[in-house]
């Protein structure tokens, strides 16, 4: 049979999308261009998350695999590079916002309580996806947990909470996902099921640590020679050992199980880091790359987002019972999941610095 011609305006459903703007009153007409501009705006922005959320779940899926194709990792940095260039348009859309005035947003702002930007069910699955822990969360301001924020009026299961759970409940996160690929990730040549793993994983951090060390001895040396007094040069010497001793203790390795999996992890990274010229580490270098872009991209947008607020409507209590500006710029600073991946920038050496390996053949071009 032969296929029904397609118009523009039915394959994006431009009729059904344009009668979404009516908020509350259901009809556009009824309301002011202020109001239907800030409909808009967070429709678009739900629009954006929802994407998102199917990258970064693509992502997540090909990183779950056992093992990763090398080829597979070229698409996950392809879908990060997507989400990082939503996010960057995202921040774009706060200007669109900003055209509106407090008097403006007064008119019509008590037709969303006690509603809040809090309560957007897609933002808080992407951060859930990525893996945040619950324990990191900042209270909003009510003495509730946020999934209680999402209930229903009369308390029951709303849409938003049924969305959230059944985020909550598919795992790995994306970290999750991440880390366990880190740990299975071959450190000079030996991934963590081979024999001799745990003696290669060793010499690889004894010497990096004595190459560091090394280099903040030397920084150290420079920095001594340019003070002035023998107070700052006590203080010197002391914050370079502290730099030292917090490395060493970052690459700590406990007894229990979980601790190796965590020194192997942060090897791994630093691995990576170290030695990304190697052509089989091209991509996973990139990848790491584009995880630490995306988080810095996120907490632009939450900075952003507080200083769009700040402006429209001061520091008042939001419509949701939250601390308001005080909440956002909370998050703004302390909401990171990638922790680890950004440690290891203070780690990092002069490429010339790096120790040897004994199998930098192993990450070259193979044939065939």
Same mark, same amino acid.
């Given at each position: 049979?032969?296929?029904?011609?397609?118009?523009?305006?039915?394959?994006?459903?431009?009729?059904?999308?344009?009668?979404?703007?009516?908020?509350?009153?259901?009809?556009?007409?009824?309301?002011?261009?202020?109001?239907?501009?800030?409909?808009?705006?967070?429709?678009?922005?739900?629009?954006?998350?929802?994407?998102?959320?199917?990258?970064?779940?693509?992502?997540?899926?090909?990183?779950?695999?056992?093992?990763?194709?090398?080829?597979?990792?070229?698409?996950?940095?392809?879908?990060?590079?997507?989400?990082?260039?939503?996010?960057?348009?995202?921040?774009?859309?706060?200007?669109?916002?900003?055209?509106?005035?407090?008097?403006?947003?007064?008119?019509?702002?008590?037709?969303?309580?006690?509603?809040?930007?809090?309560?957007?069910?897609?933002?808080?699955?992407?951060?859930?996806?990525?893996?945040?822990?619950?324990?990191?969360?900042?209270?909003?301001? *009510? #003495?509730?947990?946020?999934?209680?924020?999402? @209930?229903?009026? !009369? %308390?029951?299961?709303?849409? &938003? =909470?049924? /969305?959230? +759970?059944?985020?909550?409940?598919?795992?790995?996160?994306?970290?999750?996902?991440?880390?366990?690929?880190?740990?299975?990730?071959?450190?000079?040549?030996?991934?963590?099921?081979?024999?001799?793993?745990?003696?290669?994983?060793?010499?690889? *951090? #004894?010497?990096?640590?004595?190459?560091?060390? @090394?280099?903040? !001895? %030397?920084?150290?040396?420079? &920095? =001594?020679? /340019?003070? +002035?007094?023998?107070?700052?040069?006590?203080?010197?010497?002391?914050?370079?050992?502290?730099?030292?001793?917090?490395?060493?203790?970052?690459?700590?390795?406990?007894?229990?199980?979980?601790?190796?999996?965590?020194?192997?992890?942060?090897?791994?990274?630093?691995?990576?880091?170290?030695?990304?010229?190697?052509?089989?580490?091209?991509?996973?270098?990139? =990848?790491?790359?584009?995880?630490?872009?995306?988080?810095?991209?996120?907490?632009?947008?939450?900075?952003?987002?507080?200083?769009?607020?700040?402006?429209?409507?001061?520091?008042?209590?939001?419509?949701?019972?939250?601390?308001?500006?005080?909440?956002?710029?909370?998050?703004?600073?302390?909401?990171?999941?990638?922790?680890?991946?950004?440690?290891?920038?203070?780690?990092?050496?002069?490429?010339?610095?790096?120790?040897?390996?004994?199998?930098?053949?192993?990450?070259?071009?193979?044939?065939?």
């Amino acid at each position: 049979m032969k296929p029904k011609p397609t118009n523009y305006w039915e394959y994006i459903r431009v009729e059904e999308l344009l009668a979404l703007q009516g908020g509350l009153a259901g009809d556009a007409a009824k309301l002011s261009n202020d109001e239907v501009m800030f409909i808009t705006v967070h429709q678009v922005y739900e629009l954006w998350f929802q994407l998102i959320r199917r990258e970064l779940t693509s992502v997540r899926d090909l990183m779950r695999a056992d093992p990763v194709a090398e080829q597979e990792l070229s698409k996950a940095v392809a879908c990060m590079r997507r989400v990082i260039a939503i996010l960057r348009q995202a921040i774009d859309h706060f200007e669109v916002m900003e055209t509106l005035s407090t008097r403006e947003y007064l008119a019509f702002r008590d037709k969303l309580m006690p509603a809040s930007g809090f309560q957007s069910a897609q933002l808080r699955q992407i951060e859930i996806l990525l893996g945040m822990q619950e324990s990191e969360r900042i209270p909003y301001g *009510l #003495d509730e947990s946020y999934t209680e924020a999402l @209930r229903a009026h !009369d %308390g029951g299961e709303s849409s &938003a =909470l049924a /969305r959230v +759970r059944q985020q909550s409940a598919d795992r790995p996160t994306l970290k999750e996902a991440l880390e366990e690929w880190l740990w299975r990730t071959p450190i000079d040549g030996r991934g963590p099921r081979e024999p001799g793993a745990d003696a290669a994983l060793a010499r690889f *951090l #004894d010497s990096y640590l004595r190459a560091h060390a @090394r280099e903040v !001895d %030397g920084s150290c040396a420079l &920095a =001594l020679e /340019r003070s +002035r007094s023998e107070d700052d040069r006590q203080r010197l010497r002391v914050r370079y050992e502290q730099e030292k001793a917090s490395v060493r203790k970052f690459f700590e390795r406990g007894d229990t199980p979980d601790s190796a999996r965590t020194q192997r992890i942060r090897a791994a990274m630093l691995f990576i880091a170290t030695y990304r010229e190697l052509p089989l580490l091209a991509w996973p270098r990139e =990848l790491l790359d584009t995880l630490i872009e995306l988080e810095q991209v996120l907490t632009i947008w939450r900075g952003r987002h507080a200083r769009m607020v700040e402006r429209v409507i001061g520091r008042r209590t939001g419509t949701g019972g939250s601390a308001g500006v005080e909440y956002l710029d909370q998050t703004a600073m302390r909401y990171r999941v990638f922790r680890d991946l950004w440690a290891i920038r203070t780690l990092q050496i002069r490429e010339e610095a790096a120790p040897g390996l004994e199998n930098d053949d192993f990450y070259g071009f193979r044939n065939g």
